[in-house]
């Protein structure tokens, strides 16, 4: 009996302890603690090694969990939606801004950005992308515009000259469509809001097509939208799968499987990365091909938020605007240039310093100057937009795979669809 | 304090997390399918009754994964049951003496202890059209270019090969594990009188063996029903809806993309009684025949 007894005592005790020493340990250390859900970029590698001056200087502990995108945007979702609050600062980007500040999951952001961090510094045009309501949300953190990237030595050879057109565009892509050697081009077919839909979305405006009319009503199942999937599917017929996400197409222009392709300006330091890319002196850059409505370039960023439920404390908040000030400061702008991340960054001084002049190809320089006179932001800015997208970027990759197979597809059908799909999605509300 | 009550005391917390682990998740997952929650949305949640299961009757994106689940379950089931334990193992225990033997059990439990999601994306680089093996070998033989996650005919396969090598090999050692533990004389005596091989196998060392290796069958089917992670990582689901399957499907309803938590649970749950009534249906059935 005395045997049980002195069990019970040491379960109740050992039961007791435990939890004494979880609240000592929660409780021990006034430092804040920011949890930042992010996803993995070489960026954050390198901007992670200075993370202990910001920590020591501030007396904030700074964990970053990082997540595969996609699983990142659901991740920050599931956590704003119910309220768990396990993260401080949320990665965002233009695909669920207006989604996250129409629910009252974000802080507007320069309540709480540092003055000496220069907030009126970023470009306004990304400001305005990570925006809702005219209000800013995010601090940006990348700068995205669409370039063409071409295979100079190629070009050369052949005496091509650079297309101006997307028609100039679509002979070049064939002209040199040789598989498995080399393709004509590679684009995105893996669906989803932002992966196919993004890269097509610039196609569909020019070719005037749009998302939605000026009522909120969805018509990209226009004439206009029909020709820019056909031409789309022409492009993805002259790649080497119907269903490659970015990483994909970055890793067959690298490998030096591809001739022309147009895709974000800031995916250049990958190619530039000697280690990564077999054609790191053989590239060229212009500004991307004009349709019938001009050259159009997607504007995109990714910024750093700060989370409402996340952050349940005055002192919580102030801390995350600390982090994110720090974190999108000129000075770490010009450590990523340095280091060889230069595009990653969102600040005209950045654009303008003699630091990113010497790290990058003056043709490239210009060829973004010409692309961010033709930016514009290709979504919809509406909460409801990731699942359009998603079931959009569906129904589009079901007919790249059937084109790409010589199988027989209906583009009206498809579009049909996926505006009958937005309209339930738009009414529920 | 009698002693059956002090185990009971020490099983209390055992219970807890168990609850919490097993049931509470199951529990929340029907109370949440009978009603609206959606991520996306800050309306109030509601009671919705059965409106979820409706949707799902007239949802042609559920009909094609519950299609696309039965194909999977189908072929990665006897695709590695029958090229494990029915070809490999009595092969290999055939060939084999000794320390080869344990060479070879070694071997075939390896793929199995890989983390899935890296064998996932060694794979998918082999399946890669411009940079990986398998094309270079499709072209060296003459027959081009072969679209194995690209073409809505393929993908679903070729992911399932992926899952037939991991659980083939595994199985194989399970089964041959289970062959030494069949009495030396019943083998004997049938090769006394003049059986083959495989009438050895068909006859005498498999039905001594068919219960153990029954529960491996249902916990290969149990598994191939709740497959994710290579899907996830290879397609997504793609080409189009080709390779989604109800966890698929019901992820992106979920969490992916559309925050559609309710209608998730519905799938979620409607998977649960199918699998539950299928595998019953399968268990009274096969035990009916080994009877």
Same mark, same amino acid.
């Given at each position: 009996m005395k045997r049980k007894l002195f069990l019970l005592i040491l379960f109740v005790a050992s039961t007791l302890l435990l939890f004494l020493a979880m609240t000592f340990a929660v409780s021990a250390s006034d430092r804040v603690v920011i949890n930042v859900l992010s996803q993995p970029r070489r960026e954050w590698e390198l901007l992670e090694q200075y993370l202990p001056e910001f920590e020591e200087r501030e007396n904030i502990d700074v964990v970053i969990h990082y997540f595969a995108e996609l699983e990142r945007r659901s991740r920050s979702r599931l956590d704003a939606a119910t309220g768990a609050g396990l993260y401080q600062v949320y990665y965002i980007d233009e695909a669920n801004v207006a989604e996250f500040a129409a629910n009252g999951w974000l802080v507007?952001?320069?309540?709480?950005?540092?003055?000496?961090?220069?907030?009126? /510094?970023?470009?306004?045009?990304?400001?305005?992308?990570?925006?809702y309501d005219g209000v800013a949300y995010g601090a940006p953190m990348t700068f995205e515009g669409e370039i063409m990237f071409y295979r100079k030595d190629l070009f050369e050879a052949d005496g091509i000259a650079v297309p101006e057109t997307l028609d100039d565009y679509l002979e070049v892509v064939k002209h040199f469509?040789?598989?498995?050697?080399?393709?004509? @081009?590679?684009?995105? /077919?893996?669906?989803?809001?932002?992966?196919?839909?993004?890269?097509?979305?610039?196609?569909?405006?020019?070719?005037?097509?749009?998302y939605l009319d000026e009522d909120g009503n969805p018509v990209f199942n226009s004439p206009e939208a029909v020709q820019a999937v056909e031409y789309y599917i022409e492009l993805i017929k002259h790649s080497p799968s119907p269903t490659m996400s970015w990483s994909d197409v970055m890793d067959a222009f690298a490998a030096g499987k591809i001739a022309i392709a147009s895709f974000a300006n800031l995916k250049m330091d990958y190619l530039m990365d000697p280690e990564e890319s077999v054609v790191v002196d053989k590239m060229g850059y212009a500004p991307p091909a004009a349709g019938p409505k001009g050259r159009v370039s997607n504007t995109s960023t990714h910024g750093l938020a700060i989370s409402s439920p996340g952050c349940r404390t005055e002192e919580e908040r102030v801390a995350a605007g600390k982090f994110i000030g720090w974190f999108t400061s000129k000075e770490n702008e010009i450590r990523k240039v340095l280091a060889g991340s /230069?595009?990653?960054?969102?600040? @005209?001084?950045?654009?303008?310093?003699?630091?990113?002049?010497?790290?990058?190809?003056?043709?490239?320089?210009?060829?973004?100057?010409?692309?961010?006179?033709?930016q514009e932001l290709t979504i919809p800015q509406i909460p409801q937009w990731p699942e359009i997208g998603d079931y959009l970027g569906l129904k589009l990759e079901e007919l790249f795979a059937k084109a790409y197979v010589g199988e027989p597809y209906d583009i009206q059908a498809a579009l049909d669809d996926a505006v009958r799909y937005a309209q339930e999605v738009l009414a529920e509300e | 304090m009698t002693k059956k009550q002090f185990f009971l005391l020490f099983m209390i917390p055992a219970f807890a997390i168990l609850f919490f682990l097993a049931f509470y998740p199951l529990i929340s997952a029907v109370y949440y399918s009978l009603h609206n929650w959606d991520l996306r949305s800050t309306r109030p949640i509601r009671f919705v009754g059965l409106q979820n299961y409706l949707r799902l009757l007239t949802d042609p994106r559920f009909s094609n994964a519950l299609r696309v689940t039965g194909v999977w379950l189908v072929t990665t089931l006897f695709g590695s049951v029958f090229l494990g334990g029915? +070809? +490999?193992?009595? +092969?290999?225990?055939?060939?084999?003496?000794?320390?080869?033997?344990?060479?070879? +059990?070694?071997?075939f439990i390896i793929p199995a202890l890989l983390p899935r999601i890296g064998a996932a994306y060694m794979w998918r680089l082999m399946y890669s059209p411009a940079i990986g093996l398998f094309n270079y070998f499709t072209r060296l033989i003459g027959i081009g270019r072969v679209g194995f996650l690209d073409n809505p005919a393929y993908a679903l396969f070729s992911i399932a090969v992926i899952d037939i090598w991991q659980w083939s090999l595994l199985i194989a050692a399970l089964t041959m594990i289970l062959f030494e533990e069949v009495p030396q004389e019943i083998i004997e005596a049938g090769v006394l009188d003049g059986a083959r091989r495989w009438q050895l196998y068909r006859y005498l060392i498999?039905?001594?063996?068919?219960?153990?290796f029954l529960s491996i069958f249902f916990i290969k089917a149990m598994e191939s029903l709740r497959t994710f992670d290579f899907i996830f990582v290879l397609t997504a689901g793609g080409p189009g809806k080709s390779t989604e399957t109800i966890d698929m499907y019901a992820y992106w309803q979920g969490i992916g993309s559309a925050g559609r938590i309710s209608y998730a649970s519905a799938m979620s749950t409607t998977m649960l009684v199918l699998t539950i009534v299928l595998i019953t249906l399968v268990w009274k059935g096969l035990a009916k025949w080994h009877s």
């Open positions: 507007p952001i320069r309540d709480y950005y540092p003055a000496e961090y220069d907030f009126e /510094g970023f470009s306004q045009p990304l400001v305005n992308v990570l925006s469509h040789n598989p498995p050697d080399l393709y004509g @081009t590679a684009t995105r /077919g893996l669906r989803g809001s932002g992966m196919n839909v993004w890269r097509f979305s610039p196609y569909l405006r020019r070719f005037e097509g749009r /230069g595009l990653t960054n969102a600040r @005209t001084s950045t654009f303008a310093s003699p630091e990113f002049a010497a790290a990058y190809p003056a043709e490239f320089i210009e060829a973004q100057l010409a692309m961010m006179e033709a | 029915g +070809l +490999l193992a009595p +092969l290999i225990h055939d060939f084999t003496r000794g320390r080869w033997r344990t060479f070879c +059990l070694f071997v498999f039905p001594v063996i068919i219960p153990p």
